[in-house]
């Protein structure tokens, strides 16, 4: 069987170890290759369990770059890899399978071709207040009954956003059949709509995964300097099951960090409806630089006919 490159995880450190030697050499030569990445790492503790080490988001480090081609078009890729920080694990399967296209942005509208995130999945992260960890409740497994891979992210997947005019662009995406004309249980797709000018920032979206069911989204944000309130709404359907999750909350600046709190909260509406839970939440932020923060969430989560449990997570994070 002949080898890949890529085919272990050591030999994808040794490609991002040349990628971060050698992209700022690119970088000023083509004017558009950059390396960067996050790391989030905390110590979480939930009510009836020990401490632990986890991350609020997940790490990873990518590269993203851009030509320019005249006449306003410009080619651009990015490759995204997952990063375990406990054990610096990474997908020896998937080692960018975060985000892997590549695609052409002009006058008319943006292209791409490849891995990368579905328009549904923006209007759901774009307005979660905690940004994850032990505040946000995984809005797509609780709607769909299972951790729908195809909510976040399309394979074989087409994607085109229109240019933004007034504050609107509209952006959709499509997987297509793998290679070998395979076909998938069901073709995922997704189409959002986004308004955004000023301090306002609003979306409504509708998505069907590809294991089935449906999702229908909306977001809103309104940052008025001193705070800013969003809230999210998800209705969705699978097998005969509806359900329905939505959050508020905000974002209140504070000296060198930033305070914030988000009520969540799922609605089965089923025929013998386990799933409701409530999630209530309270996180602050420290910023020790532009790109390093210290974070402390508490969270108390409600299922229903179950006690509440408490839990608490203190972490670090990096951007660059």
Excluded: C
Excluded at 53 to 60: I, L
Excluded at 63 to 75: K, N, P, Q, V
Excluded at 82 to 92: E, N, P, Q, T, W
Excluded at 246 to 272: H, N, T, V, Y
Aim: no cysteine.
């Amino acid at each position: 069987m002949q080898k890949t490159f890529y085919s272990r995880p050591g030999r994808l450190a040794l490609a991002l170890l040349a990628a971060s030697l050698f992209a700022p050499a690119v970088a000023q030569g083509q004017g558009g290759v950059t390396l960067y990445g996050r790391l989030d790492v905390n110590l979480t503790r939930a009510q009836g369990q020990k401490w632990h080490m986890d991350r609020a988001s997940h790490s990873r480090i990518g590269l993203r770059g851009s030509e320019d081609l005249g006449g306003g078009l410009r080619a651009q890729f990015q490759l995204e890899s997952r990063i375990s920080l406990k054990d610096g694990a990474v997908d020896a399967a998937r080692p960018w399978g975060r985000q892997a296209w590549l695609g052409l942005r002009g006058p008319r509208g943006a292209l791409r071709m490849g891995r990368s995130y579905s328009p549904s999945r923006y209007a759901a992260s774009s307005y979660d207040a905690m940004d994850g960890g032990i505040g946000t409740p995984g809005t797509r497994a609780l709607l769909l009954g299972h951790a729908s891979a195809t909510f976040v992210r399309f394979e074989n997947g087409v994607y085109y956003e229109t240019p933004r005019l007034a504050g609107l662009a509209l952006s959709a995406g499509v997987s297509l059949h793998a290679a070998g004309g395979a076909k998938p249980r069901r073709r995922a797709r997704s189409l959002r709509l986004h308004y955004r000018r000023g301090a306002a920032d609003l979306s409504v979206a509708y998505g069907q995964p590809g294991e089935g069911g449906h999702v229908a989204s909306a977001g809103l944000a309104w940052d008025f300097g001193f705070i800013k309130p969003m809230a999210q709404f998800h209705a969705g359907a699978r097998e005969g099951r509806r359900r329905a999750a939505w959050q508020i909350g905000l974002a209140l600046p504070s000296g060198a960090g930033e305070w914030r709190a988000a009520f969540s909260r799922l609605d089965d509406r089923g025929p013998a409806p386990q799933a409701d839970r409530k999630l209530l939440a309270l996180s602050y932020r420290h910023k020790l630089s532009r790109r390093t923060l210290l974070y402390a969430t508490v969270a108390h989560d409600q299922a229903r006919s179950q006690p509440g449990r408490k839990g608490i997570e203190l972490g670090l994070r990096h951007s660059f």
